[in-house]
């Protein structure tokens, strides 16, 4: 491909490697001995002897600009001088940064006119994590995986999953291919941009290394940019750049297309559940009151999808393509979220033209490319009557949407619905029917989760109910109607017919306000006053009072 085709993940950005274990134990012993030793007056009195040169005073951004921070050693780190507090902390920050961690401001030491005369500063770790942790022994070995990953696959009822995307770690890797052998394993991008970031010491690099792992390419234009990338930085001999390169089915998009990973690219989602967990348990929680907030974090979780399962019934989108049936029957298949995925494609595809077709034995291939750019082709295939259709862009098994050249192709065949060889079951309003009420991985859970959804229903009427007396009473008496009624189903009864209000009707009305009848033909939608029968009834009325009234007098 000639074009770099991709989306930016959203939650990738840089950040700092973290010092390891040891590093952390020896400064914080040094830290506390130094602190045993020495107060702030006497190691500021120690400074006051200290030799000044010119050559290493820094006063200004400019002058921090000009530094090489990666030729700089521990010795020599200590002979620069700083005009200000804040040049003498970015000078650190950077230092720190090309070593591979972060700095952070520590304690300061002021004078009587509350002026700071000293500011130590740190590793931004140091001081977060208690020492006796460090003193543990290392358990991540490829046992202590494959049992995590055997404990994960009896809790999924034996499901084993199609892909996994771990941060890269060698006894994760070496436990997968055991437990999992037929899974598809990606790296994270956003450890890789990351370590990047701290091995190379180049945002430019950083940025066409990123390029090189999401753009979607072809496997020889991915080789050639690659060796580009490495001649133009002279980063041949890079020991963990060739690594990374060995690793290259793992993370570069042309060799993942076509594996199924739902577009994940990273494991923020992951890393998204421990934030929400964070906000609902606290370090100082029991197991008690941790399992309490946990079913908490479970219940807001179980009704946010109940919401989403709503809003996806909840009426119809507007139509917004010249492609209607194909976005109407996308509407009512997919969910909302899915569906506003989708309808993109639909408009990128009114830019992809079929240029050309060849008929096979049981299929047809179509050539499709874009508008004004003749030079891309991709190739859409047509098996078997639309039982089956494939493209060599592979985005539908990646991602299990139709690209849009398969449906400028169902546009020039004039399909008017999705093939249910397009649709991914996992991604439509019906995902959870297919599910086997008769499971044992089902049962029991399903119960669960409804009466956790129902739970959560009932209070949040509860609260509006309550607002009034009216409101109150109509749903308490709808509630206990409900529950007659199934309890009665239960024990094998009929059950009576509830009642949809919480007022008591008078016998024989129904409670729906009855049409409006003319009183003169009895017909509905008028009244006497515009009936076609008013001339012709009000004649028979005075012909019948006259005759009444002659018998009277009769009598």
């Not at 939650?11 to 010092?19: G, H, L, N, R, V």
């Not at 179509?366 to 991709?378: D, G, L, N, Q």
């Not at 449906?407 to 996992?426: M, Q, T, Y």
């Not at 859970?445 to 129902?454: A, E, H, K, T």
Request: hydrophobic letters at 30%.
């Amino acid at each position: 491909m000639d074009e770099c085709e991709y989306e930016h993940e959203d939650s990738i950005f840089y950040d700092e490697k973290y010092p390891d274990d040891e590093s952390y134990l020896d400064e914080l012993q040094q830290e506390e001995e130094l602190g045993d030793e020495l107060d702030g007056e006497e190691i500021f009195a120690e400074l006051t002897d200290y030799d000044y040169n010119d050559a290493y005073g820094l006063d200004s951004i400019e002058d921090l600009l000009k530094l090489d921070f990666l030729s700089i050693g521990e010795v020599e780190v200590d002979k620069f001088h700083f005009g200000t507090l804040a040049i003498a902390f970015e000078f650190y920050n950077r230092f720190a940064k090309s070593q591979g961690f972060s700095a952070r401001k520590d304690k300061n030491w002021k004078n009587s006119t509350d002026e700071t005369y000293m500011q130590r500063f740190v590793c931004f770790r140091q001081g977060y994590q208690l020492e006796k942790w460090y003193t543990l022994p290392n358990n991540e070995t490829d046992e202590t995986y494959i049992w995590v990953l055997q404990q994960f696959l009896e809790a999924m009822d034996g499901r084993v999953p199609s892909s996994v995307i771990t941060d890269g770690a060698r006894a994760m890797k070496n436990a997968i291919e055991k437990v999992f052998p037929g899974t598809h394993h990606r790296l994270c991008a956003w450890h890789l941009l990351r370590n990047a970031t701290t091995n190379m010491c180049s945002p430019r690099f950083t940025s066409k290394f990123r390029d090189c792992m999401l753009g979607d390419y072809e496997i020889p234009v991915f080789r050639n940019k690659w060796h580009i990338l490495v001649e133009e930085f002279g980063v041949e001999e890079k020991e963990w750049l060739n690594e990374i390169y060995e690793k290259r089915r793992s993370w570069a998009t042309c060799y993942i297309r076509g594996k199924f990973f739902a577009g994940f690219r990273t494991t923020s989602r992951c890393e998204g559940l421990h934030s929400l967990i964070g906000k609902y348990t606290k370090p100082h929680y029991d197991l008690s009151e941790f399992i309490e907030h946990f079913q908490r974090m479970l219940g807001h979780m179980r009704f946010r999808e109940f919401y989403a399962e709503y809003e996806s019934a909840r009426g119809v989108p507007v139509m917004q393509t010249c492609i209607e049936p194909l976005e109407m029957c996308a509407a009512d298949t997919y969910t909302r979220e899915v569906f506003f995925l989708f309808r993109p494609i639909l408009v990128r595809s009114g830019a992809m033209r079929v240029v050309d077709y060849q008929t096979r034995d049981n299929s047809i291939i179509y050539y499709v490319c874009r508008y004004a750019k003749p030079t891309k082709v991709w190739e859409v295939e047509w098996v078997d009557n639309g039982n089956a259709i494939t493209c060599s862009c592979m985005r539908m098994e990646s991602f299990g949407i139709p690209c849009e050249h398969i449906i400028s192709v169902l546009v020039r065949r004039d399909v008017r619905e999705i093939p249910k060889c397009l649709v991914l079951h996992r991604w439509t309003k019906k995902a959870k029917e297919s599910m086997s009420e008769s499971s044992s991985f089902t049962s029991e859970l399903q119960v669960s989760n409804r009466l956790c959804i129902l739970n959560e229903c009932a209070r949040m009427m509860s609260e509006v109910a309550c607002a009034t007396t009216e409101r109150f009473h109509e749903a308490r008496d709808l509630m206990l109607d409900l529950y007659s009624s199934y309890k009665a189903l239960d024990e094998g009864n009929t059950p009576s017919k509830p009642r949809l209000g919480g007022g008591t009707n008078p016998k024989g009305h129904s409670g729906r306000k009855k049409p409006q009848r003319c009183s003169n033909c009895k017909k509905p939608g008028h009244n006497k006053t515009s009936c076609s029968k008013r001339n012709e009834n009000a004649f028979s009325t005075q012909g019948s009072s006259t005759r009444q009234t002659d018998v009277s007098r009769q009598k």
